[in-house]
């Protein structure tokens, strides 16, 4: 077996292919306990610090369902346009790994809380493609494996493992969507943008941190491909723990283009796991997975059947916020904001970001010139988000009504900006303190006016004589001489005035 | 008074409120014997003399404080070896836990510790539960104390032992198909299977999560209710425990009347294939019952009879997931593979397996594994709860007829050691009238009701009762048992051989 596989260009293993796309989200709810103890669930902890006889599967310890669970599960699945059961269970998937403490993972099988259901999701070319969803269930993390020693971190060739059970009994939805049939090229386009509207749909639920770095969203790829024109489906790979956006994107790819190289060369797709390689962008190899593969299911004996009321669901419908697409055109048409800005806006993380900046009193270009202007320009090149820097929507209100009140001027906000950033204040602390203030007094920019027109009399003559453009330098000189501290259209004013042809 | 050892609990609890006994008395009488017979019993895998004695003595100096104390308050009590307490070790009679300390106890066990009951120690079992005769625990067999070269019933034959042998006042037990009631029966002692969530399992290492149930084991039906009474009731740590007061079973046991009450006899378990002394017993109590003034009608369960089947498919299946979490990585044993220099998690955890699990284990973790499989769970898992629900229909029509659910408890009384232990068919069978109950939730009791001419060993009778009217099985227990009383002049317990005690 080779390491990297061969590979065929994309477009054209799309000119003899179609690919089918299954996708399966796995999202950590943002619950205080976990699913079935009253252990905390917050991130980074010490390891096994978050941890009690249930969640460890001491002998005699019994599971209670987290309610707070089966509510964010249920408007999870009202959001995605699913059917809620009536009646379900929790069942027990059998296998046995040293992360998993009662080696059982408390699961759900053939009786899912949702079911039957869709998203419609916009791709970057404006297009809209409904993904079905299958069904949303309920089930718990495992605990996470540490492979010591070994170059890898994978357990091949690691001396010792550590295990850490804090993530084991946190709650998770996973999310199944049913075959993605008929996205052509676009298949990879459709896998991202479903994988980011479903991340805007949990985040606007507010039932998951949904942050795909620190694995609170984890999305497996099923990728297969058949023929063009065929309808069965060709034998399928699952690529586990794709972890970002743009991964989701590269690795469908990378499958479909592999997958086509093994067909073109009369070969046959193997049905397993495939690893997926941020670093070199490829898929290998993992373990064989059959359908077979026999997990032992039966319902879990020491629960009791979920049985959500027809009023409880209504009630929970209630809660569900506006759709992120919907509220989207909503806030774009009241902002007046083109397409182009909008993407760039949403891009950036920031529309809840601007939305509360212009609540606070900016105006919504004042707020985006922040927020997906120079705070996107610094997270990017930081590698880090817009709302990495504490900077909240009341500065850039405060530091935006600066501006516009003429007490700062662009290139001082920024270093108002740097001020805040740095924990120095609020805008206006920063600027008392950095001694940033544009000159109001005008006698102290007429005197620099006077100075540098004074030594500069071969390009105050120009301006004399209607050659307006040269008062660009003057102004230059102006704001040179006032450090900075000075309004530029006010010095054009003035240098303009007193360089006026009927003025002598 | 004198003889601490053969008082009931409530006599003590009397005595212990009279402040005519102290705890520590109490309590170090019960350790005393326990020294001088339990090396021929073998009934208690770890015994606590001084945690015991330090909770009797706190008891004695609050009541000497003039603190209002719960009933049972000083009245030591042993724990089945399968319930969790913390400090102590709990083993569940398999060595695959030998030397794990719980840091945590069961729900029941902190209800007897805030009742103030000192626990003596752990009891003896047949490993996780399974078995009928404690023959299967890695620690060497229960004997009982009617014969010693026999049996003491299991899987809780060290509970129903150490109450039998006067070890312990009260015991608390375990029924997954029988193991409260069947060693109850064989013992000459009382034993209740609660209805299911009557009382918690948080902290009952489980066996089979939906038909375990843990319950009182004791010398006098009274004793039991009073035990009842204190271990059952709402938990929230258990989801399928019921949310309701506990039944009065108490009062019904003190009331002890079945005037006017309808009794049935199932014609599927009603002694056909029994020993016949233990049949003969069953139809005297029936006629003692009629006597009484209740109402004797003949009622069919006929799905009874898959019973066994759908036990033995649906116990497996769920114990083969239960006892899953028994793979080295966290406590309890832990073996390398043998010659294996860097054995992966995967080879350590079967190794340890191997060396843990006895064969009783492996059986039944085989037999469900292979129930659940795919292919095949719609055959055996799927049938067998079909059964399950088939035989609480039976149940529930039968109920329509009558108040009570009259059995012999076990077919025979108490087999030699090592008569069944190479025929696991012959062992099953022991539990064919106890095990209905389990598959339905129901509760039952098992009351002393003689000996077997045969033999002079007790036989038992087995009440059952719908789903948490657990009250009438006391109420007919009490009233059997004082009538049984009056014509033996004594309880059956006072027949008993004594044993050799040594010093």
Known sequence: MSITDEVVDYDEALAAYDPVLGLEVHVELNTATKMFCGCATGFGAEPNTQVCPVCLGLPGALPVVNEKGVEAAIRIGLALNCSIADWCRFA?????????????????????????????VELEDGSTYRVEIERAHMEEDTGKSLHVGGSTGRIQGAEYSLVDYNRAGIPLIEIVTKPLTGTGAKAPL?????????????????????????????????VSIMPKGAEKFGTRTETKNVNSLRSVERAVRYEISRQAAVLNAGGSILQETRHWHEDTGVTTSGRPKSDADDYRYFPEPDLVPIAPSRAEVDRLRETLPEPPAQRRKRLQSAWGYSDLEMRDVVNAGAVDLIEQTVEAGASPAGARKWWSGELARRANAEGKTVSDFGVTPAHVAELDGLVKAGRLNDSMARQVMDGVIAGEGTPTQVADTRGLELVQDDSALEAAVDKVIAANEPIAAKVRDGKLNAAGALIGQVMKEMKG???????????????????S | MTDIIHTSAADLADALAAKQLSSVEVTQAHLDRIAAVDGAVHAFLHVDAEGALATARAIDDRRAAGETLPALAGVPIAVKDVVATQGLPTTAGSKILQGWIPPYDATLVTRLKAAGMPILGKTNMDEFAMGSSTEHSAYGPTHNPWDLERIPGGSGGGSSAAVAAFEAPLAIGTDTGGSIRQPAAVTGTVGTKPTYGGVSRFGLIALASSLDQAGPCTRSVLDAALLHELIGGHDPMDSTSIDAPVPPVVEAARRGDVKGLRVGVITEVSGKGFQAGVRARFTESLDLLAELGAEIVEVSCPSFEKGLAAYYLILPSEASSNLAKFDAMRYGLRVGPEGVVAPSAEQVMAATRDAGFGDEVKRRIILGTYALSSGYYDAYYGQAQKVRTLIARDFAAAFEQVDVLVTPTAPTTAFKLGEKLDDPMAMYLNDVATIPANLAGVPGISIPNGLADEDGLPSGLQILAPATRDERLYQVGGALERA?????????????????ESR
Do not use: H
């Open chain 1, 190 to 222: 459709v896998a991202k943008a479903y994988v980011a509207a479903l991340r805007d749909l949990l985040k606007a639920l507010n039932v998951s941190d949904v942050r795909m770095e620190q694995g609170s969203m984890r999305c497996d790829a099923n």
């Open chain 1, 485 to 503: 501290q000075a309004d530029a259209a006010k010095a054009r004013e003035l240098i303009l005035a007193k360089l006026a042809p009927d003025a």
């Open chain 2, 484 to 500: 049984l009383e009056a014509q033996w002049g004594a309880p059956l317990w006072t027949k008993a051989p004594r044993l050799e």
């Open chain 1, 92 to 120: 027990r998937k059998n296998y046995f790994y040293p992360d998993m403490p009662k080696n059982f993972q408390t699961s759900q099988y053939d009786e899912p809380i949702a079911f039957d259901g869709y998203l419609d």
